[in-house]
């Protein structure tokens, strides 16, 4: 069975969290019989443009490189590149007049959506957040948005036929919006096996080994991940545990201005300038490193209309790496984890609960290894992607023969 996706994102080797779990989808499709084939707008690499692993190909349309003028760039990527990238997808999925969009939203998705409808293809679609819930940029309309998030709802989503959605909230939204004849399959968090270190890397991040951290990996946000509530509860355990002698490393820089702003002036009011470090991006050998050494990590989710429906994906990166999480009892989370057995739970953005929670792992080294350790049991019992891909199989499988 031939398996045609469009993605909007750079694969295989694209940094974001979805073209991971893109990547562990293919893996367990492949490992199932399947022959998969993915087509993206554009590659975020011009020197890997497309290839082919066993069942899998890849290829990225447009060819031509990025103009350097910003307008034409602009109108490459929003508009060029996805109109491109239609006939092709459209011949591509006449095998099984089945086709899986991946990373599209907005105005392309019921674009797509609307040309394959007509075209007599089924269309999937992948839903891993409530679309539309969170501020995209410092500039963006609230109307504006809230009429997007409408549309993708009412219109685009009656049009598709089958949905791959992350969590139970997610299925239900789904239900109430979509069409009585669409399918809908709930696959959660996908992990991969265990990857043993490059023994020959040094990492950049060699040096620091000596004193315990707590790693955040990925993007940082005041929405979505409570960030000045985290960095208060980290003020607070080093009250008791000792200036010095814990550390906090967040792998990115880049946030909304205002969230910028408020962890700078945080940061510096309470005197962790010393404590606190924001890397770049890092290669996947440093940040390897990072999750295999640190001590702990702390998944805080506000409650909000974002985290309510999702499922943190990068908790999958922690699991694998034996790393103890600290994790707030939203959306999915309460559903999979036990207090003190696999994680530690608190209430989202409780100041006091994080913190005491930071110093129970510090001052309790078996513990945080146990809890490290029956995570990556989780992981490798629950959220391994070969305990899914007989299920999605079937699912798809069943929307081609319809």
Known sequence: MLITIAYKGE???GNQAMAYRLNLYCKGL???GCRVNILMPRSGNPNNI????????YRSIAANSLSSNYILRRLQLWFIDPFLLMLPLKKEAKENNTVWLIGFQGFWLLVYALYFKFSHIRIIIEQNENPYSMQSTSREIVFVRKIKQWLQRNITWYLIDGFVVISESLEYLVKKYASRKSSIIRVPILTDDYQISNSNHVSNFDSIRDIPFILHAGDISERKDGISKVIVAFHRAIQVIGKG???FYFT?????INDTKLYKKIIEDLGLVDEIFFTDYLSNEDLDF???????TIVNKPLNSQNNYNFPTKLTNYLINKVPVIASETGEIPKYFTDKKNALIVKPNDINGI????IFLYQNPDKAKQIGNNGFLLAQNVFHYNKHSKKLYGFINKIILN
């Open 290 to 296: 990072l999750l295999k050494n640190c001590l702990m």
């Open 245 to 247: 002698k814990l550390k």
């Open 355 to 358: 913190a005491d929670a930071i």
């Open 11 to 13: 694969f295989p080797d």
């Open 30 to 32: 492949v490992a199932e």
């Open 252 to 256: 990115r820089k880049n946030a909304l």
């Open 50 to 57: 497309s290839g082919k692993s066993q069942n899998l190909t």
